[in-house]
């Protein structure tokens, strides 16, 4: 019998090497090559394949577009408005959810949290490999879930849980992890590349086949993403990431693919000791506790999906003691906060070059869209030259590379939220003013076409 070929697999992008090296080319992770084991193939059938032989024919189960019904409860509604929102409206009957985020978290608390509302209507089937039935009941117990229609399983065969499945049918599924989960025809361990990879696609197929969403709970690696192959994320219908500090309150649940809904909304959620409850105004909560008549500090508002965010912006510019400034960013892109100082320099003849520029965005958020550029820029003005911006002033709109102010999108959204929060002033690119009906809101809002109108408006309203 001849010896089965060992090839090499990258643990965390599963891509394939002939030999093991010390690198993986595709994704750049180090010492992440294992051995791995060839999958079994068949053989082909003899004959000509192309001709039919060998094949079954389908034609009896084409379908007319036109003669798929789609029913009314299609989605099952989690009980919680922030979870429903990422995943679009609910969860979809025959999905499979990965849900990833670092350890402690909170992903276990949330999806046991949903199923004290799931299991007022529907049976939950709860299959752990990392926890005991009397860890999850303690755990049960400290967040008030006591619903009769909730089920435990602690195994780790991923062929067991599936026949389970088939056979007692439940209406709802949570894999708690499925990098513990493992099938018996695959020599590596759980955790490694194919099982992973295998046991996704084993719960993709019992849930396409009996029409019941699936949600998997998937480690991540230190650098933040989901471990395991990419291929995993390619498998599943929608990837929701937990994002927060673990020792602060705030959590973020953020959809990186959503095949039934958007992928830029968010849902807000706060740990407290009774598990996790949704923060309806994140807005009110981020601003919560801001210094006032403090310099360094501006209120941007940015746009996730549907809803508007008002977040702070904060900078730190001081004198600095080493030969190369640092500079560093949080929440911010770090190569747009280059570029602004370069603006602020050559533009405005504000010099940094000799300066440690520190920039914060507060909450856990992460301002990644243009239109946080003005207020990042107002802030670092406000630092530079010690002078408090007004705490209800608002800043939005892009900054381009010749100091102008260009025009952002949604500005009623945003000009709306600023003003349900009591701000009074709302400093805004010019063309984006002209759009607007100016007399519908009681903001006073404040065109400007470049940089150097942006500080004169600060210097109307100082703090």
Known sequence: ???????????????????????????????????????????????????????????????????????????????????????GGGLVKGSVVLLGGEPGIGKSTLLLQICQYLGEHHSVLYVSGEESARQIKLRAQRLHVDTESLYLLTVTDAESICETIMQTEPDVVIIDS???????????????????????????????????????????????????????????????????????????????????????????????????????????????????GVSGTCVSCMMEGSRPILAEVQALVSKSTLSSPRRTATGFDYNRMYILLAVLEKRMGLFFSALDVYMNIVGGFRLDEPAGDLAVALALYSSLMDKPIGEMVLAIGEVGLGGEIRGVSNAAQRIQEAERLGFTCCILPKQTLRTLQTERYKIRLEGVANLKEAFQVLEKHKA
């Not at 039919?52 to 408005?81: P, V």
């Not at 990879?197 to 480690?219: D, S």
């Not at 390619?234 to 959590?251: K, N, P």
Request: net charge negative; proline share 4%.
């Open 1 to 87: 019998m001849a010896k089965a070929k060992v090839h090499y697999e990258c643990n965390a992008c599963g891509a394939q090497y002939p030999k093991w090296v010390g690198k993986c080319a595709n994704c750049g992770a180090w010492n992440s090559i294992e051995e791995a084991l060839p999958e079994p193939t068949v053989s082909a059938a003899k004959g000509n394949t192309l001709s039919g032989q060998g094949g079954t024919d389908l034609s009896e189960q084409i379908r007319e577009l036109s003669e798929i019904g789609t029913n009314d409860d299609i989605r099952y509604d989690t009980g919680m408005a922030e979870l429903n929102r990422v995943l």
């Open 178 to 292: 499925i990098q513990t989960m493992n099938l018996s025809s695959l020599s590596s361990g759980s955790s490694s590349v194919p099982q992973v990879r295998e046991c996704t696609n084993l719960f993709l197929h019992t849930a396409k086949a009996k029409e019941i969403p699936m949600l998997l709970v998937g480690h991540v690696t230190k650098e933040g993403s989901i471990a395991g192959p990419k291929v995993m994320e390619h498998i599943v219908d929608a990837v929701l990431i937990f994002e927060g500090d673990r020792y602060q309150s705030c959590r973020i649940l953020r959809a990186v693919k959503n095949r039934f809904g958007s992928t830029n909304e968010i849902g807000v959620f706060e740990m407290k000791d009774t598990g996790l409850s949704e923060v309806e105004n994140p807005s009110a909560m981020l601003l919560e506790g801001r210094p006032l």
